[in-house]
């Protein structure tokens, strides 16, 4: 039978101190923080600046290769790193006009402008504005080209396309231009296109296929 004392006081503690203020536990907290995960590691950018300062003290005078042999390394550095940003922008660039804006007005090769129309009509039918829009503005550039207005340029956007036919249409220069992005804003930004829109689009195809173009404009065209 146990006396009166506490059971507790009777059992011994083997694990580490738990006074952050001794001696051991200092060390240890020590030895913790000096490990690699605790200190941040130099970028790419950084490593490289280190590398290219010193390479730029050893030209300076210090020991190492010689001197112009040096100077050559770092002229190429130099050029390659201007090279790799004008390629990095020129993709950002293209990046950026690729989201807000045109690609090839056509995805199929060999349609009619009567098949556009058809395909457009149908859609207005079907409550489908966006796809009746995109389908009226290739209407209106196939209809150009099967009319030796436009000549047959695989890839050619929509904006110029409005850019070409509107000497040819210049009552209608502006309309195309309107058109254009409306084609690009559904197509190619992913909006989407009212039934009204819808309509106008199929009224300039209707417009255009009427009106006589301008032939000293054409004359420019094929030229």
Not at 79 to 99: E, N, Q
Not at 141 to 158: C, S
């Amino acid at each position: 039978m146990l006396g009166d004392e506490p059971v507790l006081r009777t059992l011994p503690w083997d694990g580490a101190p738990l006074d952050p203020t001794s001696p051991q536990a200092q060390e240890w907290l020590a030895q913790e923080l000096a490990k690699s995960k605790y200190h941040a590691q130099p970028s790419l950018i950084e490593r490289f600046l280190a590398w290219l300062m010193d390479l730029l003290g050893q030209v300076g005078g210090g020991p190492g290769l010689p001197r112009w042999v040096l100077l050559v390394v770092l002229l190429a550095v130099l050029a390659l790193v201007v090279l790799v940003a004008r390629v990095i922008m020129r993709r950002d660039r293209g990046g950026r006009s690729g989201r807000s804006g045109s690609g090839a007005t056509f995805d199929e090769v060999g349609v009619s402008a009567e098949e556009y129309r058809r395909r457009a009509a149908a859609a207005l039918a079907r409550g489908e504005a966006s796809v009746a829009l995109v389908e009226a503005y290739r209407a209106v550039v196939a209809g150009a080209v099967e009319r030796v207005i436009l000549d047959d340029a695989p890839g050619r956007t929509a904006r110029e396309a409005a850019a070409e036919l509107g000497p040819a249409f210049p009552e209608q220069a502006r309309a195309l231009v309107d058109a254009a992005a409306a084609f690009d804003a559904v197509r190619y930004g992913h909006g989407r296109a009212s039934l009204d829109a819808a309509h106008q689009m199929l009224a300039l195809d209707t417009t255009l296929t009427r009106q006589r173009p301008v032939t000293a404009a054409l004359a420019g065209i094929s030229g």
